[in-house]
């Protein structure tokens, strides 16, 4: 799942750097720094990420 804490909002250019995986049905966090992954997220993508964020983003998190 994407949690806003992963979202890079600061740039231009936002980015999303995953942190967790989910693996037999269980959310893991990844073991090592260099297992992150960063990507950026397409301007579509961004649009729909601008609407919800109001709608989401002081929803409680979930512990992981």
């Known amino acids: 799942g994407l949690?806003?804490?992963d979202v890079d909002t600061s740039?231009?250019?936002w980015r999303v750097t995953i942190q967790r995986n989910y693996v037999k049905a269980v959310w893991k966090c990844t073991k090592e720094a260099g297992r992150d992954r960063t990507i950026e997220i397409s301007e579509?993508?961004?649009e729909v990420?601008?609407?919800m964020r109001p709608l989401t983003q002081l929803l409680p998190?979930?512990?992981v």
């Open 3 to 5: 949690a806003w804490g």
């Open 11 to 13: 740039g231009k250019v």
């Open 44 to 46: 579509k993508a961004r």
């Open 49 to 51: 990420l601008a609407r």
């Open 61 to 63: 998190a979930l512990d």
